[in-house]
């Protein structure tokens, strides 16, 4: 974020880089609600305890979508707090800088992380860091996957069957999976389907959903008697 900062890590460099066996780090001047990267440049966007910082959060998580490939991943550790801060706490210039003041609440967190386009959210890791005022905040590390929606969206016969554990979920959109029941679903949502995170708990057929029904141990099971 600033010229000394940039100095320090430059420098500091070959050391590291001869300590770890390899050399593939380049440091960038900016700022995280303008990141200075093209349009899908990303694989994947790690953050480690700074979006909490940030006075727009909302931007933040903008640019981490706009940077990622489509397909690419987003794992941001942070802090949140079981309830909005107060604003008293929030004009604490000593909080801000001990990630207090500027944490969201979990709720808000994760829908800021919807909201900027993000499916497939998982929080990987929970722990308690600390109680200030009454205010429980916690360290959360959570995943999202950017997907961008394909245009001409349309049925052509492919079915979604949830393979479990739990008896039913409904995704970002609003769709409901019954476990082992077979959901017509439109291209644009069987491609989100069949890739990650999602592909392990689904799995995409062909129809007509006639051919498929529960096997005597409840799994899903083609008239063939292959299993899904």
């Known amino acids: ?22 050399d593939n780090v380049d440091f960038r001047k900016g700022i995280l609600e303008r990141i200075p990267l093209d349009d899908g440049a990303a694989d994947i966007v790690t953050s480690n305890c700074v979006i909490n910082l940030s006075p727009d ?3 933040v998580f903008r640019e981490v979508w706009r940077v990622l ?11 949140v707090a079981d309830t909005e801060v107060p604003p008293a706490m929030r004009a604490d210039g000593q909080l801000w800088g001990e990630c207090i003041s500027g944490a969201l609440s979990e709720g808000a967190f994760l829908a800021a992380l919807e909201r900027a386009g993000f499916y497939g959210l998982s929080v990987l890791k929970k722990t308690f860091w600390r109680q200030v005022e009454g205010a429980r905040f916690y360290s959360v590390t959570v995943r999202g996957f950017k997907f961008e929606k394909k245009a001409g969206c349309r049925y052509v016969g492919q079915y979604a069957v ?19 029941v077979p959901v017509e679903v439109c291209t644009d949502t069987a491609a989100k389907l069949g890739a990650a995170p999602y592909a392990s708990a689904f799995a995409v057929i062909e129809g007509p959903v006639s051919s498929f029904s529960a096997g005597p141990d409840g799994d899903c099971c083609g008239t063939d008697g292959s299993c899904c």
Do not use: W
Not at 165 to 178: A, I, N, R
């Open 1 to 22: 974020m600033t010229d000394q900062m940039l100095s320090v890590a430059r420098e500091s460099q070959p050391e590291v880089a001869g300590a770890l066996g390899y």
């Open 162 to 180: 949830y393979l479990g554990p739990m008896k039913s979920v409904t995704d970002e959109e609003g769709h409901l999976f019954p476990r082992n």
């Open 57 to 59: 959060k909302s931007a």
């Open 69 to 79: 490939r489509d397909g690419g991943r987003a794992v941001i550790a942070d802090i």
